[in-house]
């Protein structure tokens, strides 16, 4: 089974600090995701990316940025933590197959 | 405008009851539909996956059907136990590489004793 795992399931940070949320998986997959979770809307895609260096930009990418240096390893990074970016926080891995699709179990981040 | 809607929003059923929930589309072109299950403060985990011939499919108590004409898709299930309380997420997607999931609201269910 593809396992990809995130760093911290429960995460208290500053505001101003800069945080970095780690995301690994070990099948290979091309593509890695990076999605927030807040009740009443759902998942949104903030940053995707489908090759080492290689990045997009989902649906809200500000006040975030991604690093992929590895295939392996997906990095959501905060640059200065705002109150508002307090939510659940998902990665994703995928490759070539439909049913390649999986999630982490989430970080919880909270910002005071 | 693609989206996903899920109903109800939420659901209270007793331990051993059947439920059912809905999910409606109007993501074109159609790939495929998922059916997910987050247990709180956790990630969704794959339930089922339809692509646009198949219109049911089962996962022990879980099975979900799709109505491609309709743009329609149902989750039953069945016999329900305390540990199916959770979320469920309906997405949809026009392809295969998660680069244009398309995510429903969810529907919480509460399995009570």
């Known amino acids: 089974d593809v396992k990809v795992t995130q760093s911290s399931r429960y995460l208290v940070k500053r505001t101003g600090e800069k945080v970095f949320l780690e995301c690994v998986q070990d099948m290979d997959h091309e593509n890695m995701f990076w999605y927030r979770q807040d009740p009443g809307l759902g998942l949104r895609l903030i940053y995707f990316?489908?090759?080492?260096?290689?990045?997009e930009k989902g649906d809200i990418p500000e006040g975030y940025s991604v690093s992929r240096e590895k295939k392996e390893r997906f990095s959501l990074i905060l640059e200065s933590a705002s109150t508002n970016q307090t939510s659940m926080y998902l990665c994703a891995s995928a490759g070539t197959s439909v049913y390649g699709y999986t999630f982490g179990s989430g970080t919880r981040l909270t910002v005071v | 405008k693609n989206q996903v809607e899920q109903s109800p929003q939420s659901l209270i059923i007793l331990e051993g009851k059947n439920c059912t929930l809905q999910?409606?589309?109007?993501?074109?072109?159609?790939?495929?539909l998922r059916w997910y299950k987050q247990d709180t403060g956790r990630g969704p985990v794959s339930l089922t996956i339809m692509t646009f011939s198949e219109n049911t499919k089962s996962n022990g108590r879980y099975t979900a059907t799709l109505d491609a004409d309709t743009k329609q898709s149902s989750l039953h299930i069945t016999a329900s136990q305390l540990s199916d309380s959770a979320s469920y997420i309906c997405v949809v997607t026009n392809d295969n590489y998660g680069q244009n999931f398309v995510f429903g609201p969810g529907t919480r269910l509460s399995v009570l004793p």
């Open positions: 990316s489908y090759d080492v260096k290689m990045k």
């Open positions: 999910c409606n589309y109007t993501v074109s072109p159609f790939s495929n």
